[in-house]
């Protein structure tokens, strides 16, 4: 009893006073500071991953784009052809109405 609520504490507040590293307090501020600097590196990480990520998306998004331009060229290519053939197809089968 004399140990819990004596000793301990005098022990806890001359370890702060003369040597305040081996104090309990100190210890959980640098324990608490490790931690802290560990989630940083780690979100440091997650944050590099992610960018890298982003990267390759926008990478991935300009080539779908350029495809998907070269896909609207030859649709326009196709309707020109394809009105260019059947003008042609029209005007041979036209037969004239009578006699001018």
Same mark, same amino acid.
């Given at each position: 009893?004399?140990?819990? +609520?004596? *000793?301990?504490?005098?022990?806890?507040? #001359?370890?702060?006073?003369?040597?305040?590293?081996?104090?309990?307090? #100190?210890?959980?501020? *640098?324990? $608490?500071?490790?931690?802290?600097?560990?989630? %940083? %590196?780690? /979100?440091?990480?997650? /944050?590099?991953?992610?960018?890298? &990520? /982003?990267?390759?998306?926008?990478?991935?998004?300009?080539?779908?784009?350029?495809?998907?331009?070269?896909?609207?060229?030859?649709? $326009?290519?196709?309707?020109?052809?394809?009105?260019? &053939?059947?003008?042609?197809? +029209?005007?041979?089968? /036209?037969?004239?109405?009578?006699?001018?």
């Amino acid at each position: 009893m004399i140990m819990k +609520y004596i *000793i301990e504490p005098m022990r806890e507040l #001359y370890a702060r006073i003369f040597n305040p590293r081996a104090s309990k307090a #100190y210890m959980s501020i *640098i324990q $608490r500071l490790v931690e802290s600097t560990d989630e %940083v %590196v780690e /979100l440091r990480h997650k /944050l590099n991953q992610t960018e890298e &990520a /982003l990267k390759a998306m926008h990478e991935e998004n300009g080539l779908l784009w350029d495809q998907v331009d070269e896909i609207r060229q030859a649709d $326009r290519a196709l309707k020109n052809q394809l009105s260019s &053939a059947m003008e042609d197809a +029209y005007f041979r089968n /036209l037969k004239p109405v009578g006699d001018a």
